[in-house]
């Protein structure tokens, strides 16, 4: 089956966080311009035409999906009551920071990384401890001096890690996983591995799930993921966590639960189920679709934004744009684009200080849309150069 991911379809007035902006082109927020798998809308139509929507047990079936997914795509054993489903993410990374740290506690995070890491850490009673990646010429490597330092203070309890990593686009290797792990490990540092974006990795790299390095590694750590950045199922808020580490399960749990966030919605649970189950033709079509435009972006970049680098794109469909040349700050150059040019793009300070002078430009759309994009960010480019 073929699908057509250069179909053009309009989400504004449909109440998309992405394109509430009228008269703006939004290549920015996390969600993409395309169509889910047509089963997956074929099962919620479906489930609609029943017409009660009354509560739901999350049935076998759930788990069972996910299982078989992380079997399947990478070579990971995860048993079912490993695992709790849970209506989103950070939801569920929060209810673990609750859990897993008492007030005063420290947490690492490895900036430039998610912006709601800062966020969750900021909202909780513990303190940030920031081990920033290392920067060389276009490629992200991880700090471990650093990582060990800040590790050893017996007041760091946990690591929120971005695995593949949000914005740069990396996909860690197994030796940096390993290492990663044997500090936290040394240390008593619990990993909290953020894997969301694990099924948008191209075909040159392979997802090493952190918790598959080894039996120590697994019961130091808990694995977040969700078919939402896969599928484009963000709205249907489907979640869910697993951990081989009993006690930190049942502490996590009891966090959710206290917040009742365990129940999952009827549209939720079909989505997830049948896009794991009907979707990976699918998603290949997809990574091939993003691949090209990640490919038509640099050679755009490389004649007419020649100052600009862009890093390289192992994973995700969120291309990291190194804007130094510039000479401004991020959100200057955004606030600038989205006056003069009306293209909302995410500026890197939003990522962290060790973000600035960098953008994030979301990619997943049609290449119809993608050309205009940089069009227009070519345009702000020759104001800011020429200036």
């Not at 007419?304 to 804007?323: A, F, G, M, N, R």
Request: glycine share 4%; aromatic share 12%; with cysteine.
């Amino acid at each position: 089956m073929e699908y057509n991911f250069d179909e053009l379809i309009d989400r504004t007035n449909t109440g998309s966080v992405k394109w509430s902006k009228p008269d703006v082109l939004p290549m920015w927020v996390a969600d993409m311009d395309f169509k889910t798998v047509p089963e997956v809308t074929e099962a919620l139509t479906r489930r609609a035409s029943h017409g009660i929507f009354g509560y739901c047990e999350t049935p076998p079936s759930f788990y069972d999906a996910i299982t078989n997914w992380w079997k399947k795509r990478h070579a990971l054993q995860v048993e079912n009551d490993w695992i709790i489903a849970t209506p989103g993410v950070m939801p569920a990374l929060a209810a673990a920071v609750e859990a897993l740290t008492s007030k005063g506690d420290k947490i690492i995070v490895q900036p430039p990384v998610y912006n709601h890491f800062f966020l969750t850490v900021k909202q909780s009673h513990c303190e940030l401890v920031e081990n920033n990646l290392l920067y060389d010429n276009g490629n992200y490597q991880i700090d471990f001096e650093d990582l060990e330092q800040k590790a050893a203070d017996p007041a760091v309890k946990l690591l929120l890690f971005s695995n593949p990593h949000n914005p740069a686009g990396r996909v860690w290797t197994k030796e940096e996983l390993q290492q990663i792990g044997e500090i936290c490990i040394r240390h008593g540092v619990v990993v909290l591995s953020d894997e969301i974006h694990s099924d948008l990795v191209y075909d040159d790299f392979t997802h090493v799930p952190f918790t598959s390095l080894g039996e120590a590694y697994a019961r130091n750590s808990i694995t977040f993921s969700s078919p939402s950045k896969t599928f484009n199922l963000a709205g249907l808020q489907v979640a869910y966590f697993f951990t081989e580490n009993e006690a930190f399960r049942k502490r996590v749990k009891e966090i959710l639960t206290k917040w009742e966030m365990t129940m999952l919605n009827i549209f939720a649970i079909d989505s997830l189920i049948v896009s794991y189950e009907k979707g990976e033709h699918w998603l290949e079509s997809l990574k091939r679709y993003l691949h090209e435009n990640y490919c038509y972006l640099t050679d755009f970049c490389h004649v007419h934004l020649p100052e600009l680098k862009v890093i390289p794109l192992q994973s995700t469909y969120l291309v990291w744009l190194d804007c130094t040349a510039l000479g401004l700050p991020s959100s200057t150059i955004t606030d600038r684009l989205l006056e003069h040019e009306h293209l909302w793009l995410n500026p890197g300070i939003k990522f962290g200080q060790a973000g600035d002078q960098f953008l994030r430009m979301n990619i997943a759309c049609p290449r119809e849309l993608l050309k205009e994009g940089l069009k227009r960010l070519e345009k702000e480019y020759k104001r800011i150069w020429n200036k």
